[in-house]
């Protein structure tokens, strides 16, 4: 007998702007990460209104993936994966995003893609909208603050569902929704920015929540409509959400501290988790919109929409844990992407994250406590720099520590009753970072030959942490 379920999926993650490369072949048109520069952990990500000749744009090659697909399925068959979550390209099917026709070279590169998966039966797991749009969306209709971009969306969704209707069962709407809640209005959202501004530094006046909030308004109508359309389409798809997973701890017992935490829980993980689970809004969004000053443009056939869409199973990711305090004489925490003050009882990794698997037992107790349906851990991973030997060996012992210690902590929340389902490790063949651009930030089991200097062949290498993790899904989690 083991904890995990007999059907666990065991698996890993991608996403097409990090990953496939090929960024203006055969069609494509042209994302709004396509005009992201890459960056550092000292340096923020820049946006450019065109592209710049010899500039750096990590979504240009990724790792290459629209070449090496077929070699790059079989060494995640090799570690007996039993799902694979990738993403899809909008601007692969509607290259402007307003297409009448989609693109007919991009339906038929996901389709040989999904059955390259089932022929070593692994069940495709697909995200419809990972921080990618397309641009002519940003600049013609203002991106997700403009409510047509829904009918877009949905057109795209429902193109997906019925020309996968065969070959993906599982699916997911958005990336990381609740990205857009406060900070990532380009990234998430796909809102005009300035050309040469680092869109996404976290960095909110009460204009920018208005305007974030009201996209991600949008956003929570249009995986609605997607939702009931997929239904429709096949009644045996399973359609979740995906939350960017943040545990908050108060720094002290000082109840300011534990209404702070508390107060940053519920923005960040329930705000779009009860929407897009419960069918409407929680209880406490409206003082957060007074003092925000936010009105939403919101019907009631919206409301009905949000109630009728909801999701089948509740998806997230998480990385590290958080810790806020009231006190404003503490100091603010460095690393991209990680707010509140340093936790004295945990480690921090190079770029600032804090490395804590039992708040992964934590968040998955509290969602599944709050929604009650299936749970899956679609990213977990450790971004580090890794070193190939002179023997062409990649001896990655730290992320196999971290990984570890999180399935160890997910046992431990199955053994609380938590119907956890699957789990996907992020970056399984080594991308590009969403948040530096970097590749030196690496999380895979497969070493990608390529630097931030783009040099490199793209030839994958197997890493220490790739048999160790095959042992893990063969042994059903117990052999760690």
Same mark, same amino acid.
């Given at each position: 007998?083991?904890?995990?379920?007999?059907?666990?999926?065991?698996?890993?993650?991608?996403?097409?702007?990090?990953?496939?490369?090929?960024?203006?072949?055969?069609?494509?048109?042209?994302?709004?990460?396509?005009?992201?520069?890459?960056?550092?952990?000292?340096?923020?990500?820049?946006?450019?209104?065109?592209?710049?000749?010899?500039?750096?744009?990590?979504?240009?090659?990724?790792?290459?993936?629209?070449?090496?697909?077929?070699?790059?399925?079989?060494?995640?068959?090799?570690?007996?994966?039993?799902?694979?979550?990738?993403?899809?390209?909008?601007?692969?099917?509607?290259?402007?995003?307003?297409?009448?026709?989609?693109?007919?070279?991009?339906?038929?590169?996901?389709?040989?893609?999904?059955?390259?998966?089932?022929?070593?039966?692994?069940?495709?797991?697909?995200?419809?909208?990972?921080?990618?749009?397309?641009?002519?969306?940003?600049?013609?209709?203002?991106?997700?603050?403009?409510?047509?971009?829904?009918?877009?969306?949905?057109?795209?969704?429902?193109?997906?569902?019925?020309?996968?209707?065969?070959?993906?069962?599982?699916?997911?709407?958005?990336?990381?929704?609740?990205?857009?809640?406060?900070?990532?209005?380009?990234?998430?959202?796909?809102?005009?920015?300035?050309?040469?501004?680092?869109?996404?530094?976290?960095?909110?006046?009460?204009?920018?929540?208005?305007?974030?909030?009201?996209?991600?308004?949008?956003?929570?109508?249009?995986?609605?409509?997607?939702?009931?359309?997929?239904?429709?389409?096949?009644?045996?798809?399973?359609?979740?959400?995906?939350?960017?997973?943040?545990?908050?701890?108060?720094?002290?017992?000082?109840?300011?501290?534990?209404?702070?935490?508390?107060?940053?829980?519920?923005?960040?993980?329930?705000?779009?988790?009860?929407?897009?689970?419960?069918?409407?809004?929680?209880?406490?969004?409206?003082?957060?919109?007074?003092?925000?000053?936010?009105?939403?443009?919101?019907?009631?056939?919206?409301?009905?929409?949000?109630?009728?869409?909801?999701?089948?199973?509740?998806?997230?990711?998480?990385?590290?844990?958080?810790?806020?305090?009231?006190?404003?004489?503490?100091?603010?925490?460095? /690393?991209? @992407? +990680?707010?509140?003050? =340093?936790?004295?009882?945990?480690? $921090?990794?190079?770029?600032?994250? %804090?490395?804590?698997? &039992?708040?992964?037992?934590?968040?998955?107790?509290?969602?599944?406590?709050?929604?009650?349906?299936?749970?899956?851990?679609?990213?977990?991973?450790?971004?580090?720099?890794?070193?190939?030997?002179?023997?062409?060996?990649?001896?990655?012992?730290?992320?196999?520590?971290?990984?570890?210690?999180?399935?160890?902590?997910?046992?431990?929340?199955?053994?609380?009753?938590?119907?956890?389902?699957?789990?996907?490790?992020?970056?399984?063949?080594?991308?590009?970072?969403?948040?530096?651009?970097?590749?030196?930030?690496?999380?895979?089991?497969?070493?990608?030959?390529?630097?931030?200097?783009?040099? /490199?062949? @793209? +030839?994958?290498?197997? =890493?220490?942490?790739?048999?160790? $993790?095959?042992?893990?899904?063969? %042994?059903?989690?117990? &052999?760690?």
């Amino acid at each position: 007998m083991t904890v995990f379920p007999k059907n666990f999926l065991w698996g890993g993650a991608t996403a097409a702007n990090q990953y496939e490369g090929a960024w203006d072949v055969d069609g494509k048109g042209v994302s709004t990460a396509d005009l992201l520069k890459g960056g550092t952990y000292e340096t923020a990500r820049t946006f450019t209104k065109e592209v710049q000749p010899d500039t750096y744009y990590p979504s240009h090659q990724g790792s290459d993936f629209y070449h090496h697909y077929k070699e790059d399925i079989k060494l995640l068959a090799e570690m007996g994966y039993k799902t694979y979550r990738l993403s899809v390209a909008w601007t692969r099917i509607f290259p402007n995003g307003d297409d009448a026709k989609p693109n007919q070279k991009g339906l038929d590169f996901y389709r040989n893609v999904f059955e390259e998966c089932h022929k070593y039966g692994i069940e495709p797991l697909v995200t419809i909208s990972h921080y990618e749009m397309p641009y002519h969306l940003t600049e013609a209709y203002g991106g997700w603050g403009n409510r047509k971009v829904i009918d877009f969306y949905v057109k795209y969704a429902q193109t997906l569902f019925t020309e996968y209707k065969d070959l993906v069962k599982y699916w997911l709407t958005f990336n990381e929704i609740n990205i857009g809640m406060l900070f990532g209005g380009y990234m998430s959202l796909g809102l005009p920015v300035k050309d040469g501004a680092a869109p996404f530094n976290g960095k909110m006046t009460d204009e920018d929540i208005q305007n974030n909030l009201q996209g991600l308004h949008y956003q929570f109508v249009a995986s609605a409509l997607a939702v009931k359309i997929g239904h429709q389409i096949n009644s045996d798809n399973m359609i979740g959400c995906m939350i960017a997973g943040n545990v908050n701890y108060p720094l002290t017992s000082n109840p300011d501290d534990v209404l702070k935490a508390q107060l940053a829980n519920e923005i960040n993980n329930y705000y779009c988790g009860d929407v897009q689970v419960r069918g409407a809004y929680p209880h406490f969004a409206q003082r957060f919109w007074d003092e925000h000053h936010v009105k939403l443009e919101m019907t009631s056939e919206d409301a009905e929409i949000l109630k009728e869409g909801t999701v089948d199973y509740y998806s997230f990711s998480y990385y590290s844990s958080n810790t806020v305090t009231a006190n404003p004489e503490k100091a603010e925490a460095a /690393g991209n @992407f +990680s707010m509140g003050v =340093k936790n004295p009882y945990l480690d $921090y990794s190079e770029w600032g994250w %804090s490395m804590d698997p &039992k708040g992964l037992r934590w968040y998955l107790n509290d969602v599944y406590g709050r929604y009650g349906i299936p749970v899956m851990v679609v990213e977990n991973g450790l971004g580090a720099r890794d070193t190939m030997e002179a023997d062409g060996s990649v001896n990655d012992d730290y992320r196999i520590d971290y990984l570890k210690g999180h399935i160890e902590q997910m046992k431990e929340a199955i053994k609380d009753g938590v119907d956890l389902i699957g789990y996907t490790p992020w970056g399984c063949i080594d991308l590009v970072s969403a948040g530096t651009g970097q590749m030196a930030k690496r999380y895979g089991f497969v070493y990608v030959d390529r630097d931030d200097d783009e040099q /490199g062949d @793209f +030839s994958r290498t197997p =890493k220490k942490s790739f048999y160790w $993790y095959k042992k893990v899904i063969e %042994s059903n989690g117990e &052999k760690l």
